[in-house]
């Protein structure tokens, strides 16, 4: 009040005009903030939320002047209510409330997520009418690849180049572990010339460089993500023969006879069905 009075008094001694005097309360309104009275979210917190199959997922809800109101989690897909307050309304007990006393957040746990726990999550405050917060969950599963598998043929003395991609994780794996033979891979050994490359992203890339190829690097090479399935591929370490051959674990030269008796089976099965009839006269029987 001693605000507004003083204004007038401003307004009255600078003898300004009605005119100007309203553009001055407009712009003093409009910079003047306007005080909160009930709860409300805050929206910073992030609303899309990447959980990872077999983990826990957390979804946050931070709720500011909360006063006597209760916070609760809803599930969009079948409107049930999993938690109220402190409490869990559930028999899943993959679900659990979570709060701290004297605290603004309020949390929704998820033990070993699963694919069909993806959708709408609504955190909801108990004003009249309930007003909402949506938080959007997707449970992806990592997916772990290596390019050119499951076999891969390199010529001796050739650099094998192993790259292993993850997809899908919810953030780049910590760790990348390649092993060969399932021992883990040394790159100090007295081997040498065995370097890693790895880039971490969206798509996490790591790449496995073994220079001059010997016959002892052959065999079964994985790739370990700590956050992610592993994979393997086998590698064949080749002395100039062809790798289709060595995948069938044939050569070409014995594809050649396969082609001849089929070519034979074909003249005898005519001879047999030619030497059935019996003509006189030209007057063919067939014989029995």
């Known amino acids: 009040m001693a605000l507004w009075l003083l204004m007038g008094a ?23 903030p306007t005080p909160v009275t009930g709860p409300y979210f805050d929206t910073t917190i992030p609303s899309n939320i990447t959980g990872l199959v ?4 957390h979804l946050v809800c931070k709720v500011k002047n909360l006063g ?8 969009h897909r079948d409107i049930h209510l999993l938690t109220v307050g402190r409490y869990t309304y559930t028999s899943d007990q993959r679900f659990e409330a979570m709060h701290s006393p004297h605290t603004e957040e309020w949390t929704l746990r998820i033990r070993y997520a699963q694919r069909k726990d993806t959708g709408i999550y609504e955190c909801q405050i108990s004003t009249t009418p309930p007003i909402g917060h949506p938080v959007r969950l997707n449970v992806v599963e990592p997916i772990t690849e290596i390019h050119g598998g499951p076999d891969l043929f390199i010529n001796k003395d050739s650099t094998i180049n192993l790259t292993c991609v993850v997809k899908f994780a919810p953030e780049p794996p910590p ?8 021992e883990v891979i040394n790159f100090d050994s007295p081997r040498g010339g065995i370097s890693l490359v ?8 790591s790449r496995l460089l073994v220079q001059k190829a010997i016959q002892s690097d052959s065999g079964l ?10 994979i393997s591929v086998r590698v064949h370490i080749l002395n100039g023969e062809h790798p289709a051959a060595m995948h069938h674990g044939t050569s070409s030269k ?6 001849i008796v ?24 067939e014989i029995m």
């Open 54 to 57: 077999g983990k826990t997922v």
């Open 254 to 259: 014995c594809k050649q006879p396969s082609v």
């Open 10 to 32: 401003l307004f009255i001694v600078s003898g300004s005009s009605f005119g100007s005097s309203r553009r001055f309360l407009t712009d003093f309104l409009q910079e003047y």
């Open 198 to 205: 790895t880039e971490k992203g969206r798509l996490t890339t």
């Open 175 to 182: 760790a990348m572990v390649w092993s060969h033979n399932r």
């Open 262 to 285: 089929l070519v034979l089976t074909s003249i005898v099965l005519y001879i047999f069905q030619k030497s059935r009839w019996k003509c006189y006269h030209s007057i063919c029987t």
């Open 68 to 75: 006597n109101r209760t916070v609760s989690w809803v599930r």
């Open 221 to 230: 090479y994985t790739c370990a993500p700590s956050n992610a399935n592993p």
